[in-house]
T-cell receptor, first 115, second 112 residues
Framework: ETGVTQTPRHLVMGMTNKKSLKCEQH?????MYWYKQSAKKPLELMFVYNFKEQTENNSVPSRFSPECPNSSHLFLHLHTLQPEDSALYLC??????????????FGPGTRLTVT | SQQGEEDPQALSIQEGENATMNCSYKTSINNLQWYRQNSGRGLVHLIL?????REKHSGRLRVTLDTSKKSSSLLITASRAADTASYFC????????????FGRGTQLTVWP
């Protein structure tokens, strides 16, 4: 247990569906991240939130919509996805104090399949 | 190429042997981190080495860092079947904002 939980663990959705991924961290961290991990590719950083404010959007298509209501919770809202969006979506958190260094703590991921 | 970039891409060894994985990067860094990922799971932080450190140990793990060559190595001694996983290095590219840059990883298989 890393202190970061993600739900659901598995999700199958059609291209016209709307679903949301949830991430919660119990570590008191103030930075949270969404990553996409596809087969044979490096981890792709999607979004970064520092103190609930989005500080990075790594050219992610608008069909992915993040939400960070507080420092402990992070959502990724999904709509009209494409089959190539099928991947493991990982959430992570880290402290952001005193200039670092910052280890990241990852959740177990949500395996998403778009049909 | 990636920042960091691990090699080999895959490594297969017997239990009890040592496993060495390498990582190269291109920019200045404040620190370099190694993570482990079991199949289909999240990444787990293993060890962090700062740019002013040359070697660090944690249990059966030994990490070295050569900033002049922009490279790092992770050594797992006396490997076990449970060490089978993917191993990633990550750097901060000199940023203090918490962002990390991961490579493609090394898939380590340890046979009993």
């Amino acid at each position: 247990e890393t202190g970061v939980t993600q739900t659901p663990r598995h999700l199958v959705m059609g291209m016209t569906n709307k679903k949301s991924l949830k991430c919660e961290q119990h570590l008191g961290h103030n930075a949270m991240y969404w990553y996409k991990q596809s087969a044979k590719k490096p981890l792709e950083l999607m979004f970064v939130y520092n103190f609930k404010e989005q500080t990075e959007n790594n050219s992610v298509p608008s069909r992915f919509s993040p939400e960070c209501p507080n420092s402990s919770h992070l959502f990724l809202h999904l709509h009209t996805l494409q089959p190539e969006d099928s991947a493991l979506y990982l959430c992570a958190s880290s402290p952001l104090t005193s200039g670092g260094p910052y280890e990241q703590y990852f959740g177990p991921g949500t395996r998403l399949t778009v049909t | 190429s990636q920042q960091g970039e691990e090699d080999p891409q895959a490594l297969s060894i017997q239990e009890g042997e040592n496993a060495t994985m390498n990582c190269s990067y291109k920019t200045s860094i404040n620190n370099l981190q190694w993570y482990r990922q079991n199949s289909g799971r999240g990444l787990v932080h293993l060890i962090l080495i700062r740019s002013n450190e040359r070697e660090k140990h944690s249990g059966r793990l030994r990490v070295t860092l050569d900033t002049s060559k922009k490279s790092s190595s992770l050594l797992i001694t006396a490997s076990r079947a449970a060490d089978t996983a993917s191993y990633f290095c990550a750097t901060d590219r000199g940023s203090t904002l918490g962002r990390l840059y991961f490579g493609r990883g090394t898939q380590l298989t340890v046979w009993p």
